[in-house]
Nanobody, 124 residues
Framework: QVQLVESGGGLVQAGGSLRLSCAAS????????MGWFRQAPGKEREFVAAISWSGTTTYYADSLKGRFTISGDNAKSTVYLQMNSLKPEDTAVYYC?????????????????WGQGTQVTVSS
């Protein structure tokens, strides 16, 4: 099992930026796929981005490409989500997740461990 702790959420004005962090701990985390998801009130949880621990492969939701960037620091066992040009519709709870799959995936059910989430609110 992998333990995940997100941080970095907050209130930001439209057009601003935030960087979320996800600190991971547990055995063999280097073999996991790491992903970011978000869930707005009344909506289903949706995929944002995923990365392999090697950092060589990334995968994004089409609608977020160009504004969001996922990255990882193996030495710190931390995954980041840089969010730029934020819009009010980006307001949601953002979750970090870990998957034992060997390929990057956007499927919620493919992720085995989840963090508690961090709130991001974008004001207009």
């Amino acid at each position: 099992q992998v333990q995940l702790v997100e941080s970095g959420g907050g209130l930001v004005q439209a057009g601003g930026s935030l960087r979320l962090s996800c600190a991971a701990s547990g055995r063999t985390i280097s073999t996991y796929i790491m992903g970011w998801f978000r869930q707005a009130p009344g909506k289903e949880r949706e995929f944002v981005a995923a990365i392999s621990w090697s950092g060589t492969t990334t995968y994004y939701a089409d609608s977020l490409k160009g504004r969001f960037t996922i990255s990882g620091d193996n030495a710190k066992s931390t995954v980041y989500l840089q969010m730029n040009s934020l819009k009010p519709e980006d307001t949601a709870v953002y979750y970090c997740a870990a998957s034992k799959r060997r390929f990057l995936t956007a499927q919620v059910m493919a992720y085995d461990d989840w963090g508690q989430g961090t709130q991001v609110t974008v004001s207009s």
